[in-house]
């Protein structure tokens, strides 16, 4: 689409198919941008400057990281464990923070998804009473605009109650030390709520009532319609909304910081396998990276760099999933060109 | 039992059942609200309102606080935050002010200028660069920008005519709010972009054929139709920038220090700085002593009450500009 005026035959065309600047004197009567007042042409100088900026900016971004990845990261680095080390030859890789990171994204959105998917259904298809589905609506904004650090705080508040004692080490005088897997992913759910929930309520909004009205008419009620006709025909919804909360996940260094105890390897607590884990600390992509560059105490930018680099084939790769099913299913793009970036 | 759960469901259990689950989020921000409140709480008692003055010295009030035990002095507590909350205003108001032109200029060049080949490229890219990890922003700024200005933008003589009271090493202002620019646009240009696109073709056609060239009229129409648009993208990118918190603690140079405009407007954007959010990172480890607890608490507390009031602010604001209503 074209915008601007396509079809009016004396209208000015600025924006032909070589781009902004035109030929002056091409065919008709058209004004080119180079008979406009220079504050116009001002304006349209700029707005191409900082459209094209903005691209090579990220274009930078991903060429730099990319570059340093190839130049630091190394094999061993991804199957190694990290050790507590004065040398970096011996300090080891990043295995752990890797498979922290995964356990994190695991965790966050076992808790997010049925949430998130409940409030989207009872919002779209009952909603009732309309108050109470406001102040659902809103809560989940709050959420959406909560700063993670502050979510991360919150979170440490919470379990260091004596309550949630069995989720996370307790010291000798009985203080519950609040970091944990478990903690920590279950702030990240908070992380990925938002998105999901968006993407799957417009999905629902956005299906023709026919489908409700024929399933109704088959003596279905609303529970089985919704469990077996709605639901699977906004999957691809409900997919763009996990990978962009997925992308949340991963990219939270402040949740990781603060709730998983910033131990270099998973540091498993009680003797159940499994459990311990959860119970445990540990690390992730996002803590290793701020722990070895100048900003922690590691000083190790070579894997840093290492690091991020995988982090953002991380990124990259889950932008491309949410760019191909927003591509195969054209109702997903309302979902993905708006609740994509927030 | 487990028989009753799996026979289908009654239609008024369902629906009571998913209206439960979907109160837990309002529980969630409830429960947030009132833990980051007590564990603020101390912070009030000591100081009242004060502590968002300037009144104290911030540096070593931290330190006393970081220094006692388990038991605090009721002295512990005073605090005076002003540095930190001034920080947090002015990145923020400055990457704003140019992410939000920036964002404008680009959505219309996205929207309105673009070639479709163009514009199949710029919106992926510009969506990947709002999915970067904030870390991997610090990473670079810390590793890349820092070491750039300190070495190669700031002179000697900067660097001597405010040796006495600050040291200029490339960590600032400056970095941060280019960072924190880049980090916030993605946001502003994905909804302005989505609105510009809704605004009817005709709208800006009338415009041309009244006289209008066609820069002009997508300035005066369409960019008035989406005002709100407009608004609610600069929010959610205000309240983005205010709770960024490791990104600005990489890049900030993490003094407790108000860049001051009288040593220069230049000297200005170098000087380092803290934010309420970047404090937090620098001292959770210490959050074990109670004073410094409730001080990070009521930092917490300021940000969630500054994303409450954005979002009502630009709820209040988007209301008259409602007349010409396109969709979002």
Known sequence: MNAIAPNAPHAPRPAGKSGGVQRPGGRGRRSSPWSWRWSDRLVLACAWISGIGLCLIAGAIVVYMGYRGIQYLRPNLLFSRPSVSTDQGSSGGFLDPLLGTLLLTFIGIALALPLAVCSAVWIAEYGRPSWLARVVESSIEIVAGTPDIVIALFGLSIFQLGVFAPLSFTSEGGGVYGRSFVAAGAMMSLLAVPPIFAASREGLQSLPGHLREAAFALGKTRIATIRRVLLPAVRSNVATGVTLGVSRIIGSTAIVLLLLGETLRFDTEGGVPGVNLLRGTGSALTSYIYDNSPAGEGAAPQKAYAAAFVLLVFVLVLNLVVDRIGRSHANAMGATVAGGIV | ?328
């Open chain 2, 1 to 328: 039992m487990l028989e009753r759960l799996r026979r289908p469901w009654p239609d008024h259990r369902a629906e009571r059942t998913l209206g439960a689950v979907s109160l837990l989020v309002g529980v969630v921000v409830v429960a947030m609200i009132v833990f980051v409140t007590i564990r603020a709480l101390p912070i009030f008692q000591h100081n009242g309102l004060g502590w968002l003055t300037g009144n104290g010295h911030v540096e070593t009030q931290i330190a006393e606080m970081q220094a006692t035990s388990v038991h605090p002095p009721p002295s512990a507590f005073h605090l005076s935050a002003w540095p930190l909350i001034y920080g947090t205003l002015i990145t923020t108001v400055f990457a704003v002010a140019f992410g939000l032109v920036i964002a404008v200029l680009s959505s219309i060049f996205i929207v309105e200028l673009a070639s479709p080949r163009l514009r199949n490229i710029a919106i992926p890219v510009i969506r990947l660069l709002a999915s970067v990890p904030s870390v991997i922003y610090g990473l670079i700024g810390i590793l890349v920008l820092v070491p750039f200005v300190g070495n190669h933008l700031i002179t000697a003589q900067q660097k001597t005519s405010v040796q006495n009271t600050i040291e200029l090493t490339g960590a600032g202002l400056g970095v941060t709010v280019v960072i924190l620019t880049i980090m916030i646009t993605p946001i502003m240009v994905a909804l302005t972009c989505e609105a510009l696109a809704s605004v009817p073709v005709s709208w800006r056609e009338g415009a041309v054929a009244l006289g209008l060239n066609p820069l002009r009229a997508v300035l005066a129409v369409t960019l008035r139709a989406v005002r709100p648009a407009i608004v609610a993208a600069a929010v959610l990118a205000t309240a983005r920038a205010l709770g960024e918190a490791v990104m600005i603690q990489m890049v900030s140079g993490g003094r407790f220090f108000t860049p001051n405009l009288s040593h220069g407007i230049s000297v200005f954007f170098y000087e380092p700085l803290r934010t309420l959010a970047s404090s937090i990172v620098d001292y959770h480890e210490g959050i074990g002593a109670p004073a410094l607890r409730a001080a990070l608490y009521s930092f917490a507390l300021l940000l969630l009450f500054s994303a409450f009031a954005l979002s009502v602010g630009g709820y209040l604001i988007k209301l008259p500009l409602r007349k010409y209503q396109t969709r979002g």
